[in-house]
């Protein structure tokens, strides 16, 4: 059923507790932690316009790293009110604290339209045992709940799900931010009636992380395309040559079981015929985790399907990617996730490049509606500067593979239905 979302609340003079997700890149520069990219604030710009033109009392709740229950001060959202009262400007408060006296007494004196944020929710280790006392003591301050922080709706913490159920069950509203909405709409309503011929591109590391993925995918798309190192346990599951490609031997049954069930559906199935191989070579040195570091010698195109023993896969080859960019150039739905190699080294990301143009062109030429399933294709798609030029970008990881999978996430099942 829809949920509810802020548009439909009447939130003048209410004390609006709003879940965001500020956990933005930061960095330590002359002793101070500054923000790498503001993109996570920005995204929840239209929620806080609209709150605040609606008169609301708005207090934002977030985390930030991993501080683990310890007061970590490189893990202070201070820094985070101060780009955001730049960016909205106008005052951002901030408290030193989460829960508390100190809370209580900033959010009494907030007036319609006034903003702050707490700091660290994580800063409590109550926070992601989503422990009951500490859930009171955060939706003291709360007459309304939003929950705008989509990227982290699948853990059910205190901020995303206990906050929440408290407040509904004193009666009052649990809405969906802006983004969230939009994030529901397109990865959740979108996909639900696609309109054909509708492309899903998958690639990435493991076929582990993806089956569930491919396996309900199998009952809506006419293509699945796949890339990454996860195409090569599909290649070993038919009985290819892999070399030292990253496989997942343990899993070709699941493997053959999803190629099996293509097969069945009528639908199309296709992996790589050609690859960008590298042969692996020991650098003498250790990693953080003491595991040797491996360099990549000897990129080259190699037009046949099976690797070599000394040589490892890095990319689908030129073949594959035009082939692949065909099938996306005619789709009129098309979803996306997961790079088509190792696209961090500008020698593996040529495969990555090619889907990403085709995806545009067919959002541009055939209004297609092309929807980025998060993590890496939305960052393969912002290095190439084509982040604008597609129809939806999810700002989700763990999180939009797991509403892709169909599981009912925490932090949405806990919002109230319309
Ligand atoms: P995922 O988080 O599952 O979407 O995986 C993304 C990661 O998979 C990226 O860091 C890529 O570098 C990596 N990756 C993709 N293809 C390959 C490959 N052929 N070999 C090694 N790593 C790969």
């Known amino acids: 059923m829809a949920k509810l979302t802020v548009n439909d609340l009447d939130v003048r003079g209410k004390r609006v507790f709003v879940r965001v997700d500020y956990n933005v890149p930061m960095e330590e ?7 790498n990219d503001a993109t996570r604030i920005k995204e929840t710009l239209p929620t806080l316009d609209l709150l605040i033109n609606k008169g609301a009392k ?28 730049d960016m909205i400007n106008r ?12 809370v209580e007494n900033t ?37 309304i709940y939003v929950n705008d922080a989509f990227g982290a709706a699948h853990r059910a913490h205190a901020s995303t799900e206990g906050v929440a159920r ?14 969230m909405e939009r994030e529901l709409k397109f990865l959740g309503d979108e996909l639900e009636t696609p309109a054909s011929p509708f492309v899903v591109i998958l690639g990435g590391a493991k076929v582990s992380d993806k089956i569930k993925v491919i396996d309900r995918l199998l009952e809506k798309a006419d293509t699945i395309l796949i890339g990454g190192a ?13 070399g030292k490609s990253l496989v997942e031997a343990d899993k070709t049954d699941v493997a053959l079981a999803a190629i099996a069930k293509a097969a069945k559906r009528g639908v199309k ?14 650098t003498g040195k250790l990693n953080k985790k003491g595991k040797p570091v491996f360099e990549f010698v000897n990129p080259r195109v190699l037009a046949e399907a099976n690797i070599p023993d000394a040589e490892e896969g890095f990319d689908i080859g030129p073949a594959t990617a035009a082939t692949y960019a065909e099938v996306i150039r005619s789709a009129k739905t098309i979803l996306w996730n997961g790079p088509m190699g190792m696209f961090e080294d500008k020698r593996f990301a040529e495969g990555t490049n090619v889907v990403a143009r085709a995806v545009v062109e ?27 030029k597609v129809t939806f970008m999810s700002t989700g990881g763990g999180a939009s593979l797991e509403f892709l999978e169909g599981s009912a996430l925490p932090g949405v099942a806990a919002l109230s239905d319309k």
């Open 29 to 35: 520069k002359d002793g101070q932690m500054v923000i």
């Open 107 to 143: 959010v009494g004196a907030l007036k319609e339209g006034d903003v702050l944020l707490l700091e660290n929710v994580r800063y409590y280790n109550e926070e992601e045992a989503n422990d009951a006392a500490f859930a009171e003591k955060l939706a003291k301050v709360a007459d």
């Open 269 to 282: 199935f296709l992996l790589p015929t050609d690859n960008i191989v590298a042969t692996p070579q020991e």
């Open 230 to 242: 996860m195409a090569y346990t599909f290649k070993l599951a038919n009985g290819f040559k892999t």
């Open 362 to 388: 067919a959002t541009q030429k055939n209004g297609a509606k092309s929807i980025i399933g998060g993590g890496d294709s939305v960052k393969a798609l912002n290095v190439a500067g084509l982040g604008d």
């Open 91 to 102: 005052p951002v408060a901030f408290v030193d604290d989460c829960i508390g006296e100190k």
């Open 166 to 179: 408290i407040v509904a069950k004193r009666g009052g509203k649990c809405a969906a931010g802006l983004l």
């Open 58 to 85: 708005i207090i934002l709740a977030a985390h930030l790293g991993r501080p683990k229950g310890q007061r970590e001060p490189s893990m202070s959202l201070r820094p985070v009110a101060a780009k955001l009262a």
